[in-house]
């Protein structure tokens, strides 16, 4: 898939995470699957997944769906984690991922290689690179080292980035006046349907939903907390 053709399907639509953490109800290849079939009937243009179910997941997922496959990997909670080697990189785009999601920030990689590498190694393998980024400056330099898409996922999760509760929209809107040609991907807590909305407003050309569509036991807890109040 060429950079074009992943615009083409997603501009202006949703990408939805079908992902469960290790220990989640729903942590099974299988259910993941299904969770992927749901978010395309429902609309989405692309699915985002691998997380704690990895390759395996990827290849479940990319074999059963006619949409674009974000495919990543997590090792652990710290540092980088998100598809955080080249090899992992690699691993996903044989699963069959159109995209690998890759952690972008300026933290060190745990195989000592440079983002850039894995940038490289992708698109020889003949896939594309989603940035998974945190801040501005992370962002550009993501862009620089070739970065198909730059995605604001980790913004609120490093330590060079502001916890917050609310989806990082003004990060969103910086990366779209410095990169105004970029493929920019909103990603991180968004979760009402307003939110999705002002992302694409703020300048985003795609959003990623996941918690909010896909977590049956976080949608649950947000209703019974509501009663409580």
């Known amino acids: ?27 099974d ?75 972008a920030t300026q933290r060190p990689r745990p195989d000592g290689r440079d983002f850039a590498d894995t940038v490289a190694a992708v698109h020889e393998a003949g896939a594309l690179v989603m940035a998974d980024v945190s801040t501005l400056d992370e962002g550009l330099a993501a862009a620089h080292a ?28 910086a990366l779209r006046h410095a990169l105004p ?3 920019i991907v909103a990603e991180g807590r968004y979760h009402q349907p307003s939110d999705v909305a002002r992302a694409v407003v703020a300048g985003a050309t795609t959003v990623v939903v996941g918690t909010a569509i896909t977590d049956p036991a976080w949608i649950t807890a947000r209703f019974a907390e509501a009663l409580q109040q």
Do not use: N, W
Request: glycine residues 12%.
């Open 181 to 183: 040609g970029a493929v």
């Open 146 to 173: 070739g970065a198909d898409v730059i995605a604001t996922t980790l913004s609120g999760y490093t330590p060079h980035s502001l916890t917050q509760t609310e989806p990082d929209l003004a990060l969103v809107g």
């Open 1 to 27: 898939m060429t950079l074009d053709d992943f615009v083409r399907a997603v501009r202006g639509r949703l990408i939805v995470s079908c992902q469960a953490p290790a220990g989640h109800a729903l942590r």
């Open 29 to 103: 290849t299988a259910t993941v699957v299904r969770m992927a079939h749901a978010a395309v009937a429902g609309g989405a243009a692309a699915i985002r997944c691998g997380g704690v179910g990895g390759v395996p997941d990827v290849r479940a997922v990319a074999e059963a769906v006619d949409v674009p496959v974000v495919g990543l990997t997590k090792d652990g909670t710290e540092g980088v984690y998100i598809t955080p080697t080249v090899a992992a990189a690699l691993a996903v785009v044989a699963a069959g991922a159109a995209v690998v999601a890759v952690d």
